[in-house]
């Protein structure tokens, strides 16, 4: 099936920055959603966008519906070492479900 | 807590056997519900989609009689891994889709980590 582009593929960065990644889409989607995967576990999901220039916060966490509805951003303010992880955007088209890449993240204490 | 309950976390058999692995929706219903593949430091790749009483979609290169899906009820479908292989060792993951008011959320299970010996 159809993948996403998300970038970066993956991020090393020092505990405190802050992080930004994105997915991009040739389709059009009604719905984007941010997950995170830890090691051995399935996704957990950490926000849900619903309508195209939509912004919503959890925590330090901030993701935006693009107004094209081709994109999605997510950024992580003030980055803790339990931030590790690989995040995966996915764009809801239909009834189906389009999965990014992941990004890998890590932090350095 | 948890939303979708995937059982066993983890599993190993020997080759020629076949294992079952449960997918349950907590607390909601799910007519659609998926199974996917994982590769270490990959994303999800779908196998399969599963239909409350109907016959599940299987993505192109997916051996339906391998991989057999039963969506019983609307709170569980199950994956069987027939005659497993050791290049069926994998991380498999199943979700459940969640109606919300404004739209459709996908929610995964823990997985389940198969190794065949």
């Known amino acids: 099936g159809q993948q996403l582009n998300q970038s970066p593929q993956s991020m090393f960065i020092q505990e405190g920055e802050d992080v930004s990644m994105n997915c991009t889409s040739s389709s059009i989607f009604n719905t984007w959603l941010w997950y995170k995967q830890d090691p051995g576990e399935g996704p957990v999901l950490l926000i849900a966008?619903?309508?195209?220039?939509e912004l919503t916060s959890n925590g330090r966490l901030t993701a935006q519906f693009g107004i094209t509805r081709k994109d999605s951003f997510l950024n992580i303010s003030a980055s803790i070492p339990s931030d590790v992880g690989i995040y995966f955007c996915a764009g809801r088209g239909g009834n189906q479900f389009y999965f990014g890449t992941g990004t890998s993240l890590t932090v350095i204490p | 807590g948890a939303v979708v309950s995937q059982h066993p976390s983890w599993v190993i058999c020997k080759s020629g056997t076949s294992v079952k692995i449960e997918c349950r929706s907590l607390d909601f219903q799910a007519t659609t519900m998926f199974w996917y593949r994982q590769f270490p430091k990959q994303s999800l790749m779908l196998m399969a989609t599963?239909?409350?009483?109907?016959?599940?979609?299987?993505e192109q290169g997916v051996e339906k009689d391998k991989f057999l899906i039963n969506h019983a009820s609307l709170t569980l479908s199950t994956l069987t891994v027939t005659s497993a292989h050791p290049e069926d060792s994998s991380f498999y993951i199943c979700?459940?889709?969640?109606?919300?008011?404004?739209?459709?959320?996908?929610?995964f299970g823990a997985g389940t980590r198969l190794s065949v010996l």
């Open positions: 599963s239909n409350e009483g109907s016959k599940a979609t299987y």
């Open positions: 979700s459940a889709i969640r109606t919300a008011g404004v739209g459709n959320i996908q929610y």
């Open positions: 966008l619903y309508k195209a220039g």
